[in-house]
């Protein structure tokens, strides 16, 4: 049966159709955010090119969080732009060979694993003690951070509504009273991948509750935006 049942999702993509799971429609509408953010939180909103000029515009030095590092790229750009005293990086490192996004073959082509050629690439800042690797659950590496210690953290890990409250709920208490946290993918659903996107309803709920104000929205050629947000002290 299950043979069968391959072979007709095999005849269906050559027809140039796509197969999905379920009702995507509904998905997407269960991750709609119908809360409307007030001006103040909008006031000092600026728009940016994408979201590496975004980082020319933030503060340097302190301590930088990456979640969701993949294969490194960003991470690069944190630390040649924003020159952290220290940064963390926090992934699964479950990227294997033979099955990597964006149509890479890195892994394949370097015979390494994930955690292995993310590592390589930072040797000197791993040495040093100014990066450190921790592999797990984001919600459960952010945990074992102290309280009041993040001046910036980037968030693009799983990109569901679920996942993002879950590590919203604990970052939050993990940042400094200013400290930025800049979130990727800030969008409904990913038409690449077919995959409904919680992270607009988390962040609205996020700055609601919170107070946290847009900073930046940073546009991507594709619609995947970035938002960057500060505490609105009173």
Known sequence: MAFLLQALKNIVRKAGYTVVRGDIRQQVKNNTSYLELPP???????????????????????????VGVAYGDFSMHILNSLKPDLFIAID??????????????TLQELQCSHQEYYTRQFFEQIQSGKMLVKRGLSW???EQLPNNSIDYIYVDSDHSYESVSKEIAILK???KPQGIVHFNDYTYFDQNALRPYGVPKAVHEFMLQE?????????HTQGFYD????????
């Open 227 to 234: 938002v960057v947000l500060r505490k609105v002290l009173i």
């Open 140 to 142: 459960d590496m952010l």
């Open 211 to 219: 107070n946290y104000e847009l900073l930046y929205l940073c546009l």
């Open 173 to 175: 208490l993990k940042l």
């Open 40 to 66: 103040h939180l909008l006031s000092n909103a600026r728009v940016c090119t994408n979201r590496y000029e975004v980082l020319k515009n933030l503060p340097i030095g302190g301590t930088a969080v990456e």
């Open 92 to 105: 699964s490192f479950e990227i294997t060979a033979g099955n990597e996004p964006w149509g890479r073959h």
